[in-house]
């Protein structure tokens, strides 16, 4: 029998085991099931019910109170001096002084009740008495019995003697209920006001997540900021502390309220706590958003539905409206929406555009949705230089007289070429007679960060990147924004990752328009936008790095901002390349045809009769003037001091000539692809 008793406390193949003492085994299971999480909801349940009971017994208690004394007046005048509002509080004690009045008046009125309260039973009694005698009488009359005169006082007192026996049947159970009773409607009380520790409360209103905004819920935020003057001030306050808050107002996907502040705090400070503000309202950072009205000390606070701004916004009426066009002057491109939810347009007249951000966060997108928009205004030219060349402006093409794709220093230098042009252009204007009327030309420049750090510099040592007097980019772009906008020459620009070496100050500040995306750092966001709308409240800073691609912080004039504030917030619309594409086919059909430049290898020999075929594009023919014109465009050193006399000197013996039409000297297409096939034969057959 001991050999058994061994053998089952012997390990496998291990040494004997000691048995586990009982006073251990029982430890564990207690601490197992004080643990267990059924244990902790029910212990929850036990402390929340009874202290929803307790406190909602101090919450009627604390009415009662209020409604009795001039205790609530207080606290307003506390609150208000704490606000530094001495106008509500110079108001509320008045209050005060008509409340204390009133409630003398009716104490002194209860000493003279008393006589008054018997006077008037006594009165009643008899009256009473009197009016059921006569009625008695009445019946009495009526039947000619003498006893019914006192038919209707017994009736009375028959009634009376009733309720008196219903009272005390009733009298037993509603003393025996009525404090259960009472009890509950306190713990009706409590449970509505959840007025218990944060942890005895559900695991739902536990985490918060989507708890709706509240007085109480922002002031209790406010309250818990680390701010030392505002917690007391709040602490002053008591319950009076939701009368720094406006309205509470739905507002797009989430509410604003304008917070006034106490004296001793300042805006600033609040801003800088934007992340502990948001966790405290339950929110996450990004779902918070703090500017600055006109009102002196106050904030005003977005807070978002949680989650809302996860949710992808409608697509853009470029997409859904195909009968949609521009008024570059009178029209605005239809961006996106604001964080209300309200459908934000951008006025593009007369704006010179900087857009820029982290690279990857939507910037050619955005940027792309207000080119596609005024594309469909048949007045408005585009010159395009995409300095990344993956094919995001691919469908320009035709659209645009210019299109230059690519990275490379060569093209750096066509982009640099194509704004001096502008230049050019816009001094041609300037020097045109008063009144004259210009059409749009944007000259738009994507990725020109590529531009200003190309090291590359020309035959007179002049670098095209840079950002002194000589470059030759940043020179061109600051003549453009100093002067352009007047004669309707437009320079937009996106670019990535902001820095003073790869986006100049003096270029930055020269746009109308400047919006950003999600940045790294607050430098970055003043760079980008300027300090005043920074310091009003702007961070796209604070935006999530691919989680708010498409978002925008917009300072400018030309869209709709609240009043006091610097800058706004807008989810742009999304448009991918190949609806990109179908919307430029649009705009397509609206022109009657653009000739489209695009880079030539620089260096190469010219064939002037190819070049000059090769401008043409899809026109059936051209002015000799528009020939020249764009032969500059194609290449400058070849063709910039061409003369008419230079085009006929090709052209003559070719079949091609030019000819008059409408009486304007004109070339055709056709003859000159003729030409060129003769040209080839010929030099094929001479070859044989």
């Not at 001991?2 to 029982?26: F, M, Q």
């Not at 509320?92 to 002194?108: I, N, P």
């Not at 009003?536 to 978002?551: E, F, Q, S, Y």
Request: aromatic share 4%; proline share 5%; with cysteine.
């Amino acid at each position: 029998m001991s050999e058994n008793v061994v053998h089952l406390h012997k390990a496998p193949d291990g040494p004997t085991s000691r048995p586990v003492p009982l006073w251990v085994r029982s430890g564990r299971a207690v601490k197992a099931a004080v643990t267990h999480e059924r244990t902790r909801s029910a212990g929850r349940a036990v402390v929340r019910h009874g202290l929803y009971t307790f406190n909602g017994g101090r919450i009627v208690a604390r009415r009662a109170w209020d409604g009795r004394t001039g205790a609530r007046y207080e606290r307003m005048i506390r609150a208000a001096e704490a606000a530094g509002n001495l106008e509500a509080a110079e108001e509320w004690e008045e209050r005060l002084s008509r409340f204390r009045a009133a409630r003398h008046h009716r104490r002194m009125d209860l000493l003279h009740s008393p006589v008054d309260a018997a006077k008037g039973v006594a009165v009643g009694a008899g009256m009473s008495i009197g009016v059921l005698v006569a009625l008695g009488v009445v019946l009495a009359i009526n039947s000619g019995e003498v006893r019914d005169v006192v038919t209707p006082l017994s009736a009375t007192i028959d009634f009376i003697a009733l309720l008196v026996r219903i009272v005390q049947i009733v009298w037993g159970p509603a003393v025996t209920i009525g404090p259960f009773l009472a009890l509950l409607a306190l713990w009706a009380v409590g449970r509505q006001q959840q007025a218990a520790p944060h942890w005895a409360l559900p695991a739902n209103v536990r985490s918060g997540e989507g708890e709706p905004i509240t007085p109480s819920i922002v002031v209790k935020a406010l309250r818990d900021l680390g701010i030392p003057a505002l917690r007391n001030a709040i602490k002053e306050m008591g319950d009076a502390g939701a009368s720094m808050l406006g309205p509470i107002t739905i507002a797009g996907c989430g509410v604003e309220v304008d917070v006034t502040l106490p004296s001793g705090v300042s805006t600033i400070e609040v801003q800088n706590r934007r992340r502990k503000l948001a966790e405290n309202l339950t929110r996450h950072e990004h779902e918070v958003f703090i500017t600055i009205p006109q009102a002196a000390r106050t904030v005003r606070l977005w807070i978002a539905d949680s989650g809302a701004l996860d949710e992808p916004i409608g697509p853009s009426p470029l997409v859904t409206d195909e009968t949609l066009t521009a008024d570059y002057a009178k029209g605005k491109a239809p961006w996106g929406q604001d964080l209300r939810g309200d459908a934000a347009a951008l006025s593009l007249y007369q704006r010179h555009l900087l857009i820029t951000g982290l690279s990857n966060q939507g910037k050619t997108a955005a940027l792309r949705a207000l080119a596609l928009w005024l594309a469909l205004d048949r007045t408005v030219e585009f010159r395009i230089a995409d300095l990344k060349g993956a094919g995001d402006w691919a469908m320009f093409d035709g659209l645009a007289t210019v299109l230059i794709q690519g990275p490379t220093d060569d093209h750096v230098i066509e982009a640099t070429e194509m704004i001096e042009d502008g230049v050019s252009e816009m001094e041609r204007r300037l020097q045109a007679p008063p009144g004259t009327a210009f059409p749009p030309l944007i000259l738009l420049v994507d990725e020109a960060q590529v531009a200003f750090m190309c090291p590359l510099v020309d035959a007179d040592k002049r670098p095209y990147g840079g950002s002194k007097a000589t470059s030759r980019y940043f020179m061109a772009a600051r003549k453009i924004h100093n002067q352009g906008r007047a004669v309707n020459v437009l320079l937009w620009q996106g670019t990535q990752d902001p820095t003073d070496q790869n986006l100049p100050k003096l270029v930055r500040e020269g746009a109308h328009t400047r919006a950003a995306l999600a940045l790294g750092t607050e430098s970055q966001a003043r760079m980008a936008l300027g300090d005043k709308a920074v310091d009003g409240g702007a961070a796209p800073n604070l935006l999530r790095p691919g989680l708010d691609k498409g978002t925008v912080v917009v300072a400018s004039d030309g869209i709709a901002i609240p009043a006091g504030q610097s800058s706004i917030t807008v989810r742009t619309h999304y448009i991918d390349t190949d609806t990109a594409t179908e919307v430029a086919e649009r705009a397509k059909r609206m022109r009657d045809g653009v000739t489209t430049l695009r880079v030539i290898d620089r260096g190469e020999d010219r064939d002037p009769l190819a070049d000059i075929h090769s401008v043409f594009g899809e026109s059936p023919r051209l002015v000799t003037q528009d020939v020249l014109k764009r032969l500059t465009a194609l290449n400058e050193d070849a063709y910039g001091r061409w003369t008419f006399a230079d085009l006929r000197r090709v052209l003559d013996g070719t079949g091609a000539e030019p000819y008059k039409s409408d009486g304007r000297m004109v070339v055709a297409r056709e003859r000159l692809t003729r030409a060129l096939a003769n040209r080839d034969s010929d030099g094929s057959a001479s070859a044989g």
